[in-house]
């Protein structure tokens, strides 16, 4: 059986910064966590054997972590604690909070979502209608709407076209003359419903959703800005498991059951070939292998390398049991780390 990996998985930049400078400030000490730093219960895990107690108010994120015991609320961290802000950012009324409890902040936010923050800011500032796309309740969508209050949230281009009904009474060329102003005749046309339109994403979301969105928009406004807030590692992921999944008989994306990034490479390989989305070998099943010769496996952005190397090492066994051949490994010279 031939195992090949996509060109991308594990592990982005984001999620490793702040693993890493999660287990550097607990080497200090006990903190909280506001938020699970990243989306994968085996990290987190980790984690929080390290000295790290879990404060979670998202209930999109609650609803995800039953395995975790956890602090509804920042009220009850104690004052002067230690706190790591998730990975994912958080709003800016948690940042207000953490200060007024004079908490010690160690921001993990990944710069890529700070870029988004920043976007979606001086959009509002510049008096846009600021559309994210993004999952409805996510943490990260959550943080980033607390930057641009005006902000709606819509998940796919389906959405996005209910939004601002164009007006639908038009007017003859006598009745227009009839205006008195400019004004009058410019709300008797037929126009868009608003006057500019500003778009930013989620950061795990694909290309073609975000595109999907503008077009959806597009004859809504005077004016559509779309910003690419895309961070780097799914420009890499999601399109080297979906090239993959078009080569292979199975495939396995690996990640944890909140993370959205890991929910969309599943979805979009399932479009190409027979996929299945587990959190860790030991979801694995012989029969899903039976005559299969090609099996690719993907990673989402939150989930270890450890983990990766299990389902390779549960395949290998698995074919050399069954099959009684050495498995072909098919690594790709390019892997976010």
Request: proline share 4%; glycine share 6%; net charge neutral.
């Amino acid at each position: 059986m031939k195992i090949e990996l996509a060109r991308a998985a594990g592990f982005c930049f984001g999620v490793k910064r702040s693993v890493k400078l999660s287990h550097e400030t607990l080497d200090q000490g006990p903190a909280f966590l506001y938020g699970m730093p990243v989306h994968n219960q085996r990290v987190v895990q980790k984690i929080i054997d390290h000295g790290g107690k879990l404060v979670e108010d998202n209930p999109y994120a609650a609803s995800k972590i039953s395995r975790f015991t956890h602090l509804n609320s920042m009220d009850e961290i104690p004052a002067g604690s230690t706190v790591l802000m998730r990975a994912h950012g958080v709003t800016v009324q948690a940042l207000e909070k953490a200060k007024e409890k004079e908490l010690k902040i160690v921001d993990t936010t990944c710069p890529f979502v700070t870029m988004v923050h920043k976007t979606a800011k001086v959009l509002f500032d510049e008096k846009y209608q600021v559309i994210i796309v993004g999952e409805h309740g996510h943490p990260e969508v959550e943080g980033i709407k607390s930057y641009a209050p005006n902000a709606i949230v819509v998940e796919n281009a389906e959405e996005a076209s209910k939004l601002f009904p164009r007006k639908t009474q038009y007017y003859t060329n006598d009745e227009l003359m009839k205006a008195k102003t400019d004004a009058e005749v410019v709300e008797k046309l037929h126009y868009p419903v608003l006057t500019k339109i500003g778009i930013v994403s989620q950061t795990t979301q694909s290309n073609d959703n975000v595109q999907a969105v503008a077009m959806a928009v597009m004859g809504k406004a005077r004016e559509v800005r779309v910003y690419n807030t895309i961070c780097n590692a799914m420009h890499e992921m999601q399109p080297g498991a979906v090239q993959l999944s078009t080569q292979v008989n199975v495939m396995l994306i690996i990640g944890g059951r909140n993370s959205g990034n890991t929910k969309r490479q599943a979805e979009l390989c399932a479009q190409q070939t027979k996929t299945h989305w587990i959190e860790s070998a030991d979801e694995l099943k012989p029969e899903w292998f039976t005559n299969v010769k090609h099996v690719g496996i993907g990673a989402g952005a939150s989930t270890p390398d450890e983990d990766i190397e299990d389902v390779i090492a549960w395949l290998k066994k698995y074919d050399k049991e069954t099959n009684h051949v050495e498995s072909e490994i098919i690594r790709p010279a390019y892997v976010v780390h």
